[in-house]
């Protein structure tokens, strides 16, 4: 074989790697990239449409709904690039193969307030997030300043050591730990020669990954749209520029105005254009659910919702109480779509347990407005399970990071049962410090059912109680109202009598009207 001929392959060449035996078997193909930027779809296989809001007379999962949420999860795996992996071409003896890398980041954060333990983990998530993304993590910056330098975020001179940081690591990506303007966003490319994102554009390109109902989906380009509008700016002097009215040197004169940033002109009429259909979109969406939240309420079902800041283990926690079958990953912001089921207390009380999106620290305003119709469900529970991670390094700024997101929601008085979870990894004084911070908490394990039985005590304790007491002879002919006593009322004494059944309960006040007439 010369060296112009081209190898025989059975299977794609983009599907060898580095170092590895030519005519050995080889993964399935993946698709090529120039770095990496978000894979959302795969040809071979279209987007799964998330159930959100399910069916609440579907009490137990069905075989199907548990194979699709594991067929959900290796199609996600699937999607994960490999480090090692790169587009160049390189021959080994007689084959040309690809790699594909991984985007190569360097973080950088700026210490404002706290101390040094709350800068790297702040730090220390911004790693965890750029690897959601799909980034290899290279090195991470911390510099002291009493705030962020107007210009460059970090200071003209820290610039110069990053670029050199940036230039010895190879690195392709900075990564900065706050919410950038659009001229450090200028700045920092110009002097550091790399792309740069903030990280607000970081969590927005993981919820771009991870959204997949269709009200997911268009609350996240809602978001992006919002994000992107400020930041338009013309690329290169091929865009024509209004010159003014000044005559002669550079200032331009007769014969040089131009029609001004057409492009950027365009770009942002489109934005706004896009903004609007979406809006009016998620409207309509926002006017379903709202329909089968009145349903519930008109039905009297007390409503739980299970919050949290993200991977503390929400999903893991809804499966374990009512064996919902959600997707569970060892990833921030691993599901995004809300999830909705019915079940009851030991004593016979129909509620809802619904799961939510993740929060974070510094969650980014655009998301907060473009996922208000979902947190709203927060807002109108009766009751609220706020998941914390006691394994995490710090577990008060997590219920701190959920809270002030509670308050930009009107969230805050609702009742609220702190559930620390992950209590087989957790440290036994931290999980002691916390019971002592919340007095109102529950030590819990989703993964090993570790008190699991005194969390359920404690929310059938604090649902909320029918206000109409009520003393009735129901004739055994209406079966049909002691079941709703059962599902939505709490009985106190029960006994059948030649009569019929003699029932001491409270209830609602709508179904007190309908048993006025036994009483």
């Known amino acids: 074989m010369t060296a112009h001929n081209e190898p025989t392959y059975e299977t794609d060449p983009s599907t060898l790697v580095d170092e590895v035996d030519p005519f050995a078997p080889v993964a399935p193909p993946v698709d090529e990239v120039d770095s990496a930027p978000p894979v959302d779809e795969v040809d071979s296989a279209p987007p799964v449409e998330a159930r959100s809001d399910r069916d609440l007379t579907d009490r137990d999962l069905t075989d199907q709904d548990r194979d699709g949420d594991q067929l959900d999860l290796a199609e996600r795996n699937s999607l994960r690039r490999v480090a090692g992996l790169s587009t160049e071409l390189e021959d080994i003896s007689e084959v040309e193969y690809r790699q594909l890398r991984l985007e190569r980041v360097v973080l950088v954060g700026v210490w404002t307030e706290g101390s040094a333990t709350d800068a790297e983990n702040s730090l220390a998530e911004l790693k965890a997030l750029a690897e959601t993304a799909g980034s290899e993590v290279l090195d991470g910056l911390i510099q002291r300043r009493q705030r962020p330098d107007p210009a460059t975020y970090i200071g003209r001179g820290k610039v110069e050591e990053l670029a050199e940081i940036v230039q010895a690591t190879g690195a392709d990506t900075v990564i900065c730990d706050g919410e950038l303007a659009p001229s450090q966003l200028r700045n920092l490319e110009d002097r550091t ?7 607000t554009a970081l969590i927005l390109d993981i919820f771009a990954q991870h959204a997949k109902s269709r009200e997911g989906r268009a609350q996240v380009e809602l978001a992006q749209l919002q994000y992107m509008k400020q930041r338009l700016r013309g690329w290169g002097g091929n865009l024509s520029r209004q010159a003014g009215g000044r005559v002669g040197g550079d200032g331009g004169g007769i014969g040089s105005r131009g029609p001004g940033e057409t492009k950027i002109e365009t770009d942002r009429r489109r934005i706004n254009d896009r903004i609007a259909k979406l809006r009016r979109e998620l409207k309509d969406m926002r006017r379903t659910r709202e329909t089968k939240r009145a349903n519930r309420q ?3 079902v007390p409503a739980v919702v299970i919050a949290g800041y993200t991977n503390a283990g929400k999903s893991s926690l809804l499966n374990r109480l009512t064996r919902a079958g959600v997707l569970v990953e060892d990833a921030l912001f691993a599901t995004l779509d809300p999830t909705t089921r019915r079940t009851e207390t030991s004593d016979g009380r129909e509620y809802t347990l619904s799961d939510t999106v993740g929060f974070v620290r510094h969650l980014p305003h655009q998301l907060i407005e473009a996922f208000r119709s979902t947190l709203e469900e927060v807002a109108d529970a009766d009751l609220v399970l706020h998941v914390v991670d006691g394994s995490h390094p710090d577990p008060e700024g997590q219920i701190n990071a959920v809270r002030e997101v509670f308050a930009d929601i009107d ?18 004084l931290v999980l002691s410090r916390l ?10 394990s989703a993964r090993t059912g570790e008190g699991i039985d005194e969390l359920l005590g404690a929310v059938e304790a604090d649902l909320p109680m029918p206000a109409v007491k009520i003393d009735v002879v129901l004739p055994y002919s209406r079966g049909d109202l002691l079941n709703q006593i059962h599902l939505h009322g709490e009985i106190d004494t029960l006994e059948h009598t030649p009569d019929g059944t003699h029932v001491i309960a409270r ?3 709508g179904l007190a009207g309908a048993l006025a007439q036994y009483a």
């Open 193 to 199: 020669k790399v792309k740069v994102v903030d990280r």
């Open 298 to 300: 008109r039905n009297r």
């Open 411 to 428: 969230a805050l008085g609702v009742p609220e049962i702190i559930v620390v979870n992950k209590a087989d990894a957790a440290d036994p």
């Open 435 to 444: 019971l002592a911070r919340e007095p109102h908490a529950v030590v819990v």
């Open 507 to 509: 209830v609602h006040d």
